[in-house]
Structure formats: structure tokens, C-alpha cells
């Protein structure tokens, strides 16, 4: 019988706007922890990738986000040390509420960052994510050449 891989999925929120982007600063997760990223979290069992997104929102930044407002940016098929990844990135222009802080004891600041200045501590797959939304790029690949990290876009 053939054994199958497994991806770990996860959805990320890319929200620009005033050619600005909201990014958060990892603390006390154990991963990539002084980092900035984007709002996002792993898909649960039985969850879509759109459900996600709106749960994580909601959790971490306190906006509600509908399905209908969503759009993918972007698809990332990664491979990390330990695993192989999905990731898929949405944007939206429309929430309710006002984007607050929502979880402090693993996010130590969530700010707007103007997009072409953006700090230079970003986690390195969500850099380079960013940069091919910028150019309109919908999929790529990222790690799997350990030797020197090729990325490849489609």
C-alpha cells in the first residue's frame, strides 16, 4: 500500500490598506518569536481554509471578517526542517471592528507598516510571500532546495 505525505495547513490575512499592511510581532510562541507576520493560524480538522481565516481574525486582531469578503492572494506550498506546508493567503476590504491586540501574550504589537518599508525582523517565507503579492504572483514554492533555498513561482 502506498503511503501518503501529509501538509500542515494554515490560512494568513494580508490587509492593505493606504498602501499599508498589518503585521504582528511574535512573543512567547517558540516559533520565530521577535518576528513580524501576518495574522493567520493552522486550519483545524473539518475547517476550511475561509473559516480559519475568519476565526484567527476574529481571535487575534477582533474583527469579523465574512466568507463573501474574502479573496486568495496567494498559495505557498513550503517545506520547513520538520515538515511540508499548504499555505493560503487571503485579503479582504471590508470588517467590522476596530483591529485591536487580541492576544498580547503571543503577539507583542499589531501595527499598520507602510508596504515598501516594511522592518526588516519578518518571519523570511512571509517576506517573500509579500513580495510576490506585491507582483501579483498567485502560487509559489518555498524551501525546497535546503542547499540554498530556490524558490520557484507559477
Keep these: 500500500m502506498k503511503v501518503r505525505h501529509h501538509n500542515i495547513p494554515a490560512s494568513y490575512l494580508y490587509l492593505e490598506k493606504n498602501n499599508k499592511i498589518l503585521l504582528l ?49 496567494h498559495v505557498l506550498h513550503r517545506k520547513s526542517i520538520d515538515s511540508e506546508r499548504v499555505d493560503v493567503f487571503f485579503t479582504t476590504d471590508k470588517w467590522e471592528g476596530k483591529i485591536e491586540n487580541k492576544e498580547p501574550n ?11 518599508n516594511l522592518p526588516k525582523n519578518i518571519v523570511p517565507y512571509v517576506k517573500f510571500v509579500i513580495e510576490k503579492i506585491k507582483q501579483d504572483v498567485f502560487y509559489s514554492e518555498y524551501g525546497w532546495n535546503e542547499k540554498n533555498m530556490k524558490e520557484r513561482n507559477i
Design 25 to 73: 510581532k511574535r512573543v512567547n510562541t517558540g516559533y520565530e518569536d521577535g518576528n513580524y507576520s501576518l495574522v493567520a493560524g493552522h486550519v483545524e480538522i473539518g475547517e476550511p481554509f475561509s473559516e480559519t481565516i475568519i476565526r484567527e481574525a476574529f481571535e487575534e486582531s477582533g474583527i469579523k471578517i465574512e466568507s463573501k469578503n474574502l479573496k486568495v492572494v
Design 106 to 116: 503571543k503577539c507583542s504589537e499589531l501595527e499598520w507598516f507602510d508596504i515598501n
